[in-house]
Structures are given as structure tokens and as C-alpha cells.
């Protein structure tokens, strides 16, 4: 299994105390043995004060071969050499913030500060409820460094990212083992603390139910870690039977909820060809779709854009029954993101068009759906993979019959977002607006659209 961390989406304002702190503050460190700290403050602590200090045993211990192999790559390419010198380079931060990382910092405390992050699952800090960055320590070292022109070009480059890819299928392993397990207890940073409960709680009830989370999620309460044997499997639980029940089963115009996701955008007449990498928010449909043969029949059709909470439901389902064409995962990026966001990505990641950016860029899941439905016919469900994690994991094959509402995939420790795509003349309305931050996710399976009209010409 490959992981790529995912997302981590709740927006919110502890985000503001990221400036540099003295290098002689001491940051509580976490792992096995150790107490927990929560994430962002380990995040933090990462970039800010040498948390894995270099008289420490983390940092003096030798770096894992896979980073080795980093550091080699970075230092036999003179232009790798000088992105990654610079990106760093406090002077080079745009806009005007130079206080993310220590003075000093460079990529060798990089390459020991993920020496660090590999051993680590994300924790639950009761005070990041509102945090964007709950749960992503990788994207919280190279997020100062990507707006710089070097990180961005650094980002970009193809042997840096199948470096990165590679580095994160180690994490994965990590999450996937029983040792990621450690957050998983009541301590005041772990997932099952009284106060993470409740928002992960309030996150699945949407506002209308009260459900404990046991009610929920099939898992067993009275066992350690609830009986999840990993971070990875708490990541990609699953709803207990009838708590998410699919919208008219026996209705084919009703398309459901592919995931319990926050809408984003919706777009109509999206072009073959357009300038994602701009603010606007524009889809390139063909880039979207990696120039599949089936890409072409989608142009100048209808985007519905929505995305996914950290604390929330992880797995896709199908929003239509109908045969699966195809099915494959795209490898795209994995931290890059426009230049045009501003270093403060705490307010642009969900909003702005950051995610019109990473529809056409990042590491993605395209499931290509022939549906029932004459009238919807082809369309296609995209899992966008954000920042670190994630797994774009396709659970269907080519080939296969999916009912509506049967599960497609998921994503691993890390969510991130999701389109679905419609070909031109498919009448498609009633989507759910975009919402504000902090309104519930629309529930997976839910009903989300309906489609008018009869039957198009193919
Ligand atoms: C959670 O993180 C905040 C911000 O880094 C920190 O001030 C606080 O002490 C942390 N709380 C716990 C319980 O670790
Ligand atoms: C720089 O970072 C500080 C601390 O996070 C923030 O308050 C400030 O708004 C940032 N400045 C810019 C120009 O983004
Ligand atoms: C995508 O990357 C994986 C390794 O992460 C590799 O096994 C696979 O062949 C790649 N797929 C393509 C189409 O390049
Ligand atoms: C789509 O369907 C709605 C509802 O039936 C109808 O009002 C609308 O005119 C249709 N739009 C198009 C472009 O056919």
C-alpha cells in the first residue's frame, strides 16, 4: 500500500501563532514512549525551535535510508541543490514572512525533522479543534518553503515528488502499524479523549443526530484503541449499517453524496483547456481527466467540487448504479500548490481555488462510471489527494457493477476532495451550495442532485 497523506480541512484561527519561537524552547516530543504532544504543536515545534533538536537522539540518529536517499538526490543536482537551498532562505519567502523557520534552518533539519515524522501518527490536540492542519506534520515543514519560487519549482519536479511519494509510502507504513496506534488512547491529545470525541461526534451527528461515536463507527469501545488496530484503520472506518442509508435507492434520477464532504464549487461549460494554476477557480477539464481517451466527452460538461474533513468519513461511494469503464489512480503531485495562495494557507486551501489547482495537479483517483441512468450515461467520480496523505485506494474494478451507494474506495490518513463530472447536455440541478466553514458536511450517500431531462445524444 501506498500512502499519501491527505487533508486536513477545517479551517480555523489557532493557525495565527506560527511565527518563530526562541530555539532554546524545549517542544514536548511524541512517539512511542514518550508523551503525547498534539500534532500541530509537534508541526510547529518541527520548523520552529530544532524540535528535533541536534543534541537529541532523534537528530543524532541516523536518518532513515529513504531519506538518505533524499539527501542524495539533493545534493548530485545542482539545480535541485540550489532549490532546496533557497527555499528555505528566509529573504526568498514571499509574501514578506520570514519568521517560519528558525534562522538557520535548511534542508539537512528537514531531512531530520521527517527522520522524526516517521515515526509518528497524528495525535488530537483538544486546542486545534478548529485547525486546518490537524494531522499533517509533512505538509507543516514544506508549506513556508512551497511559496517560494524555488519550493515551487522544487514541488514540481518529477524525481523530487516520486522522492516524496516514496518517503510518504513509508509513513504509510508506519500508520498502517500497530505501533501508530499510540495516539489512539484517552490521553488529553488522543483521539479518544472526552473532548476529541465530541468533535468527532458532532462532525458525524451533521447537526441532526446524537449519535456516540460507537453508535456510529463499527468499533469496540471497551477495547484498547477501540479496537482499531492502526491509525490507518481509525482513519478509514466505516459507518455502522443504517446510519448512512442511500438516497431513493429505486429512484436512478437522484444522484447521491460520493463522500461526506463540504460543497466547494460547482461549474458549468468547463473547458478543455484553462488556467488552473490562477486565482478563479477554473477547471481544465482535460488536464483533470490525465488526457484519459474518455476525457473528450466531458468537455464543456458540469464540475461539482466538494471536500473532506479530517475528523470526518474517509471512504468514496458510488453516487450512481451503472458499470465501472475505468478505474485507475493518477500519479500527480503530492505538496505542490499556486503560487497565487498566500503563505497563509489556513484561509485558501478549502476556499480560494486551490482546489481547482490540485484537481488538475495532484495525486488522484478517476473512476470513470457508465451509469444506469440513460440520461446521466459516462461520468466520472475524481478522489483528490491532498498534501501528505493518502492513498488514493480504488476498491472496484474495471468491469464491475456498482449499486448506488456501494463503496468505490477511500483515502488513507488524509482526506482531501472529490469532484464528480458530468458530460455537456446532462441537465444535473440541485446541488447543495457552498457552505461556510463551519456548517455540517453534506452525509455521504445523501441525496445530492437530480437529473432532468431523459435521455442526451451521445
Ligand atoms: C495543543 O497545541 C497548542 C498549540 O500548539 C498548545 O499550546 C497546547 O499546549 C497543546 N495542548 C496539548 C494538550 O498538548
Ligand atoms: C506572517 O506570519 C504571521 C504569523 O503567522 C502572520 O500573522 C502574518 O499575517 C503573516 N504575514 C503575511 C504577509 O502573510
Ligand atoms: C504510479 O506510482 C507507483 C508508485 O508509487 C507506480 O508503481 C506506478 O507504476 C505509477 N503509475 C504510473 C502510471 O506511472
Ligand atoms: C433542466 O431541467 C430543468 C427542470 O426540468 C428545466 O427547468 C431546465 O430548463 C432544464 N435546462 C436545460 C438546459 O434543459
Known sequence: MHLRYSVLLLLGSAAGGLGRQDADQTCPLTGPGLEPAGLMEQSICAVTTNVVPSSSSSSSSPLHPILQEFQDLIESDPRLYMFFDSMFDEDAVEPANSTQYPAGYDYHRMLHDLNYVLHTAPSFNTSMIHSINRGSPFYALLRWAADTPDGHAALLDKSVNAMIGAILNVWGDFLTSPASAHVLDDSPTGWFHPDSLRALEETGNLGQTAYTFSDMYTCDATAPAYGFPSWDAFFTRTFRPGIRPVSSPDDDSIIVN????????????????????????????????????????????????????????????????????????????YFSHPLFDSPNMYDTMSRGSTQAYLAATATRALIFIEADNPAIGLMVFIGIGMVEVSTCEITVREGQYVAKGDQLGMFHFGGSSHVLAFRPGVNVTGFPEERDKGAPNVPVRGRLAVVNNREIDR
Open 258 to 333: 460520493a463522500c461526506e464532504s463540504r460543497p466547494y464549487a460547482l461549474r458549468h461549460d468547463v473547458a478543455a483547456y484553462d488556467r488552473f494554476w490562477i486565482k478563479g477557480l477554473r477547471y481544465s477539464m482535460r488536464h483533470m481527466l490525465a488526457h484519459d481517451a474518455l476525457a473528450d466527452s466531458f468537455v464543456g460538461g458540469t464540475v461539482y467540487q466538494a471536500f473532506l474533513s479530517s475528523m470526518s468519513y474517509h471512504r468514496w461511494h458510488a453516487p450512481v448504479a451503472g458499470r465501472i469503464v475505468r478505474a485507475y489512480v493518477v500519479n500527480g503531485t
